[in-house]
């Protein structure tokens, strides 16, 4: 598995229609969550969140947000924004297009959200312009990566991708699910800790 915990700058005006960092005059960091709701991930992760004053954003997969409503709600009813990540953790690259924006449309019913994340960060250019153009959806992508899915990486070099490589406006990516669970659940308490110390808020992409 290849993938960089940073995304280089070359990338990102490839791709200028996509967010991938949030612009900012303050320290201000932007964490997601991909592929809750999960039973006992996700209310780790508010726990942390509500103990540092934090504001998050999750992108949650609708047939999770189906079986999970009560913890989608506390999501909200705590201040955090949600985004569509499709119904069923779809390939946007290995998925019809048709079949992948019936997907996301299905989410759309659990997750009241104009903003939407592909999952693996894989989607079409047609598709991407459809969701932006038609659909009026915000695509965020992500400036860090922490690897938290990655079941050979350390807890300990999980941490150090976020602590080394975030900055003012990154939009960093941890995932409250069952595969990142020993990585996140170690990685973000001490991620809300070091940046906290270091004057940082965290703010929910709205």
């Known amino acids: ?13 490839l791709n200028p229609s996509m967010v991938w960092k949030m612009p900012v ?12 709701p999960h039973e006992t991930a996700t209310p780790f992760v508010l726990d942390q969140l509500k103990q540092y004053d934090a ?4 992108f949650c997969i609708g047939k999770n947000v189906q079986a999970h409503p009560g913890i989608y709600k506390r999501i909200l009813d705590e201040g955090h924004s949600a985004g569509n990540h499709t119904f069923n953790h779809l390939n946007g690259w290995k998925t019809k297009n048709e079949q992948y924006i019936s997907d996301i449309t299905e989410t759309a019913k659990y997750v009241d959200s104009h903003l939407f994340r592909p999952p693996y960060g894989k989607v079409s250019p047609f598709v991407a312009k459809m969701l932006i153009n038609k659909f009026h959806y915000k695509i965020i992508m992500w400036h860090v990566l922490s690897g938290d899915f990655d079941e050979k990486l350390s807890p300990e070099k999980c941490t150090e991708n976020v602590l080394m490589h975030s900055k003012a406006g990154s939009v960093i990516v941890f995932h409250d699910s069952t ?18 110390e270091q004057g940082y808020e965290f703010r929910a992409i709205l």
């Open 25 to 36: 005059k303050d320290k201000e960091l932007f964490l997601t969550f991909d592929d809750g």
């Open 55 to 58: 504001k998050a954003t999750f």
């Open 179 to 196: 595969k990142a669970w020993e990585r996140m659940s170690y990685a973000l308490p001490k991620t809300l800790e070091y940046f906290k």
């Open 1 to 13: 598995m290849f993938y960089t915990p940073v995304i280089p700058s070359w990338l990102m005006k």
